[in-house]
DNA sequence: CTGTCGTGAGACATATGTGTCTCATATGAA
DNA sequence: TTCATATGAGACACATATGTCTCACGACAG
């Protein structure tokens, strides 16, 4: 019956991005175990959310890393990267929402890794033609993570199944709304 | 010197949705005013929630009536949409996080409202052939918030101009990212 | 069975935020 | 000027969350 410390933070992930008031009572009643015993693996709210960042970027970048971004056709890198992204959403979104609090300047170093990654395909799809230049590369980036955190939450709703989540913010992301004769 | 509601509503609608957990002293130096005056004309940080969504509401509604939703051309409406929420951003994301909160089944009436409508815009357009239908109506209004929401930050952290930010959101949603030949 | 380990429940002091109050000051009208 | 009004600064009691503790229970290995 022990705990597993990954399972304790990624319900403490989709719950506190989207409650950040979540107290620590919370926290591990979301988690199905007692406040106690989370503070016994975690040792003050403080260090739950460090770790919580930690295991986020390790995820996500991991996800990068098996996407394999950097190589191939940077639609298919997209789309791949969406792929892995979707089912670490509820990190995707903890970190997100955690780097909205900083001043503009001082990202966390491992989110700021994250987006130069990210950023780099774009830039990658727009010098090869594949993406548009008319919409510049960090706002394509911040477009990309909302959609994430979106279907995330509609998931976590049950508003969307999760295997048509990479589909549907691919889709949205690349294609865009408007009905086109020619696919 | 007096303190204008609606300004104190709007820094403390931006600094929320950014960081939830901002204290009343926070949202009244956000607001340029103290802690007191603040209390003075919200009873509570209750009262104040309660008539911030109240406003968002108000703006959000001002905003599809004057976009004239319900008429004309779909992708054209829905451009208009977005020129009319984006410089509500704030008040959008305060909104949409904050019905993040309640339970999948019971949003705030406004909220639902709002939703309501948005919907019926894309529906509309999927029906006329202008919207793709291979995307869930209920996905599509979500992705247009989280777009939105997301330029009003990447606004507020000065990586977007204000005046670019309703053709930014518009063209990732209504076109994608793909480059085309044929436009 | 016996001992150990991890857990849940709950008590407790402390820290932080909230809501209310008083008082001094500044602005603007008569 | 004189007065009214609105504000800022700060004190205060209160509520809630946090962090630490003890104790009892159950699972599991020996």
Redesign the pocket.
Known sequence: ???HRGQVLKAAAELLSRKATA????I?RAA??????????F????ALVFALAELAVRQIEDGLDAARIEEGDPAQALRRLVAQATPVAGFLAFLYGENQLYEPGTPDPGWARIEERVGALIRRGQERGAFRRDLSAHWLTDALHALVVASGWSVQDGRMAPREAPRMVAEVLLGGVLERRTA
Chains 1, 2 share one sequence.
């Open positions: 019956m022990t705990v107290s620590m009572d919370d591990a199905g175990i007692s406040r106690a015993t989370l503070h016994r693996h040792a003050g709210r403080e």
